[in-house]
């Protein structure tokens, strides 16, 4: 059983919106942080946002603060991003991500993160 399933990319023109989810399939991740990065070809992975366990915290990267939303269903240990305004340069792989280690405050960074999901092409024309 993968432990992270990315769903939701695609294609959609700039100024739209889409909506990512990833499910986290074991208790391994009850408690942890679930997050999102991007990786565009040829450039660096980038933080784009995670939330704790229980929704008390969420962070996001620079680029999308304003503009994209995480959210959590603890219940279902589903985590989403709403994408909305979207831009060129928001055209990336987004890669869910976990940290079992943590529950209540977030790392940015990407070594901090145990688990990643295969991603989902996210792909905004101009």
């Known amino acids: 059983q993968v432990p992270l399933v990315e769903s939701g990319g695609g294609l959609v023109q700039a100024g739209g919106s889409l909506r990512l989810s990833c499910t986290a399939s074991?208790?391994?991740?009850?408690?942890?942080?679930l997050g999102w990065f991007r990786q565009a070809p040829g450039e660096e992975r980038e933080f784009v946002a995670a939330i704790t366990y229980n929704s008390g915290v969420a962070e996001y990267g620079e680029s999308v603060k304003g503009r994209f939303i995480i959210s959590r269903d603890a219940a279902k240990n589903i985590v989403y991003l709403q994408m909305n305004t979207l831009k060129p340069e928001d055209s990336a792989t987004y890669l869910c991500?976990?940290?079992?280690?943590?529950?209540?405050?977030?790392?940015?960074?990407?070594?901090?993160?145990?688990?990643w999901g295969k991603g989902t092409l996210v792909t905004v024309s101009s």
């Open positions: 074991g208790r391994t991740f009850n408690s942890a942080v």
């Open positions: 991500v976990a940290d079992p280690k943590r529950a209540h405050t977030i790392s940015r960074t990407q070594v901090s993160f145990d688990y």
